[in-house]
């Protein structure tokens, strides 16, 4: 038996900020199994958000040994690896390939104020022209300027930065890497779909250029497993590792992104919110007049997904509901999430559309895609008493949908057809308010862990399992796409009118938000 099933296993690893999975597939895309463990992470005062590496490592590794356990021979079925994880962030080691400090993650913001200060100067244009990516406090450049100005001495031992998947290959493979798609919008010149010096210059980091790893194309390129990992992990020494792209990158390709269709779109809700779409080459990139967004090389020749992205999605709905769940606790009901959520689509779709407006800014971080604002709110406009929960609830689903809107406008015309995955997907309230807002039909993509789907995709194309990428997908992508659901009419054109007033509004509440950011600031609480 395990003659004939030999190497038909693909093992994909996704190493996100909330958990750390690893997924078999057979060559052709099924799923086999499954294994997770929450991810651990630490906040502190100052917008600290740190990493331990060497504990990111071992849960890995005994994310990889519980795969083991649920996929009966996986070490002598395995035929490649591929990794995956979140983005942005520094990751640094030394000479040795010893972690020199803990990881900053996306999530820190010491790098704010420096962020703040470039994109109010004449350099933001330029660097802007050359990343294709708004500057943002999250992202590995700013965050190496920001600890070449306070904290040298961990630079001056650093041989080596990385973001987490690179770390994770590298412990791997002994290769140090990064992927096309982190080169870029860290410190690179998209065009060219690698680093770049006069983007160092322009953050001010020229000096950290050495720090900078080999970019390296995981469809194409592949390292083998080193003996130290073989004997840690349990998987066979010498087989294939692939480098995959960023993390959203790979859900984007696994849920469906990438299709011979014109004016394709890709919706992740998630804790936060990230819309893309595909553009077949770099003169089909739409950059805009704020400077926001990410635009990253995509695992296909000449192809780029643009982004926008939302600080924060379902975390508002999670607001919500916790503030019904916290009035139930005081009076000494016991509920969860979950029994609010069995009947949201049923509540939500009873009440008016369109009659209060919610701004969805609820992350202490603010908001970065279609703008930067670190002191944006979240915010009810039209409340009327005669105004219930489920309003608010619907309201907040109305929110996240002008968001989505709002954040595409910014990359050109809307898509046709926009693919969602992320765990709401599976809100038809959710998903009809959506097709409306956009006035497209969307796809909802069923495959659970699309991330480790399209790590291990690259990994198919690159052992040649596929001759690219376009034959991959009919296989690993088109049997996991739902049929179209066409927006409602009369919804898309009621939304189509309140939208404006969204948008009005967003722009107006500006000077409020900076009012309330300065008083809390001086600690008047607001």
């Known amino acids: 038996m395990a003659a004939v099933r030999s190497r038909d296993v693909i093992v994909g690893i996704d190493a996100g900020t909330s958990m750390i999975k690893t997924v078999a597939f057979t060559r052709d895309g099924r799923q086999l199994g499954e294994s997770a463990l929450p991810n651990s992470y630490s906040a502190s005062a100052g917008g600290r958000v740190e990493q331990d590496m060497a504990r990111t490592w071992k849960d890995m590794v005994a994310a ?5 356990a649920a996929v009966p021979e996986l070490a002598a079925r395995a035929a490649a690896i591929a ?36 994109r109010n100067s004449e350099r933001n244009a330029p660097l802007y022209q050359r990343t294709g990516s708004g500057l943002n406090a999250c ?25 987490c998947k690179d770390w994770l290959y590298f412990l791997l493979t002994g290769q140090r890497a990064t992927d096309p798609s982190e080169a870029t919008f860290t410190c690179g010149d998209f065009r060219k779909r690698r680093f770049d ?21 995981g469809v194409a390129v592949t390292h083998p497993l080193s003996a130290a990992a073989a004997m840690e992990t349990g998987l066979p020494e010498g087989i294939p590792v692939s480098l995959g792209y960023v993390d959203v990158i790979c859900n984007a390709l696994g849920a469906g992104l990438y299709d011979s269709a014109p004016d394709i779109g890709c919706t992740i809700i998630g804790s936060t919110g990230m819309h893309m779409r595909l553009a077949p080459d770099a003169g089909a990139v739409t950059l805009n007049a704020e400077a926001t967004g990410y635009t990253m090389p995509f695992p296909v020749p000449g192809h780029y997904a643009q982004m926008q992205s939302n600080m924060a999605a379902t975390l508002n709905i999670d607001w919500l509901l916790d503030v019904a769940l916290d009035l139930l606790a ?4 016991a509920r969860s999430r979950t029994d609010l959520v069995r009947r949201i689509d049923e509540q939500v779709l009873q009440v008016r559309p369109g ?12 908001e970065r895609g279609p703008f930067v604002a670190h002191e944006a709110c979240a915010q009810f406009s039209g409340l009327r008493s005669h105004h219930r929960y489920w309003d608010l609830m619907r309201a907040v689903m109305e929110g996240l949908a002008f968001a989505a809107r709002d954040c595409y406008a910014a990359m050109g015309k809307l898509p046709r057809d926009v693919r969602i995955t992320g765990g709401a997907a599976r809100s038809r309230a959710l998903c009809a308010i959506l097709a409306a807002a956009l006035g497209c039909k969307i796809r909802v993509c069923s495959r659970g862990e699309a991330g480790a789907a399209g790590a291990a995709m690259i990994a198919a194309v690159a052992i040649g399992r596929y001759p690219d990428m376009a034959s991959c997908a009919e296989d690993w992508v088109r049997p996991h796409l739902k049929e179209a659901q066409e927006p409602d009419s009369v919804l898309a054109a009621h939304y189509a009118q309140l939208f404006p007033a969204y948008l009005d509004a967003r722009l107006a509440s500006r000077p409020v938000w900076k009012q309330l950011a300065a008083l809390r600031a001086g600690g008047v609480h607001v």
């Open 64 to 68: 990889v040994r519980g795969l083991a």
């Open 330 to 333: 005081s009076e000494g009901v």
């Open 197 to 217: 010096a006069e983007t160092a210059r322009l953050i001010g980091i020229s000096d950290l250029v050495r720090l900078f790893p080999e970019v390296v194309d």
């Open 83 to 118: 990794v995956t994880g979140q983005g942005d962030g520094t990751w640094l080691i030394d000479d040795d390939g010893r972690p020199v400090a803990p990881a900053l993650l996306w999530l820190d913001s010491r790098a704010a104020g420096l962020v703040e200060a470039i």
């Open 139 to 163: 992202q590995q450049g700013p965050q190496l300027a920001w600890l070449q100005a306070h904290t040298p001495e961990i630079l001056s031992r650093a041989t080596t930065v990385f973001h």
């Open 355 to 366: 009659e209060v407006l919610f701004h969805p800014f609820i992350s202490e971080a603010g």
